[in-house]
């Protein structure tokens, strides 16, 4: 056996294991969401969809699926606002490009429930009251940074030539930057878009000490200290499938654009 082939073995042994570790918890909830009793460890009693009804039956998770879904669609609409225009700024190099890129860029690497905490304390010297909005900022810090790194993935180095080639042909800006500049970062923005969405919606730690009343997670975070109940499962069963639908969409999205990008 040589050198390569015990590389690969180990790579497939490797790839194997963590997604064991990855799915084996979420198969497993979502197996327990669907049982017929309130039993959460095996043998499985049956299928059955009573827990779903009594989840979607809840006031508490109903209301706090509402707030997560209006934080997460303000936080959405903002963050691409803002990582759009980062990325059109980023067609041309300019000085300092690189110390802002990772200025921003720092929201991914600070740990999320230290600035949680920091902005709790950062509030309290204020005098701001805690509410769904006080999280607002930790959601905008962590959702930026990602959908600025997919546009600027996306830059095509013709993308001036583009422009230019319009511009001379009698386009103004504006129709440049609507019929050439914004259809070739368009797929990107879409997907950031919806990536933004899910980190949003599904957030734990960047909310837990700046949002008040609690949004889904922290509802089920909540939920699960007290007890834990199929009906827990199926909560957590529809947020894995709504997020992995999402990022699915977005890679949709996002394929393209790395195809034309690779011609």
């Known amino acids: 056996m040589t050198m390569a082939d015990i590389s690969k073995y180990a790579l497939v042994v490797y790839a194997a294991a963590i997604g064991g570790f990855v799915y084996a918890p979420i198969s497993t909830m979502v197996l327990f969401s669907f049982n017929s009793s309130s039993r959460t460890v095996p043998p499985f009693d049956g299928p059955s969809l009573n827990w779903y009804n009594a989840a979607l039956g809840s006031a508490g998770i109903v209301d706090a699926f509402t707030r997560s879904l209006v934080l997460g669609v303000v936080t959405t609409a903002l963050a691409t606002a803002l990582f759009t225009l980062a990325g ?21 690497i600070m740990p999320g429930i230290t600035y949680s905490l920091g902005l709790e304390l950062f509030y309290g010297n204020l005098g701001i009251p805690i509410s769904l909005w006080t999280a607002l900022p930790a959601h905008l810090i ?25 511009r001379t042909l009698g386009a103004s800006e504006a129709k440049v930057m609507r019929h050439v500049t914004l259809p070739l970062f368009l797929p990107a923005i879409i997907g950031g878009a919806l990536f933004a ?18 949004t889904l997670p922290l509802e089920i975070y909540s939920l699960s200290q007290l007890r834990v109940a199929p009906d827990i499962f199926a909560v957590g069963s529809m947020i894995v499938i709504v997020s992995i639908g999402l990022l699915l969409l977005a890679s949709y999205f996002l394929r393209g654009t790395l195809r034309r990008l690779s011609l």
């Open 142 to 166: 962590w959702t930026i940074p990602w959908g600025l790194i997919l546009v600027r993935a996306t830059i095509d180095p013709n993308m001036l030539v583009y422009e230019d080639a319009a």
């Open 88 to 108: 059109l700024a980023y067609r041309r190099s300019f000085r300092g490009g690189s110390f802002f890129f990772y200025l921003i860029a720092v929201g991914i």
């Open 197 to 214: 969405f899910t980190l949003s919606f599904t957030d734990l730690v960047r909310s837990i000490f700046v949002t008040f009343p609690d």
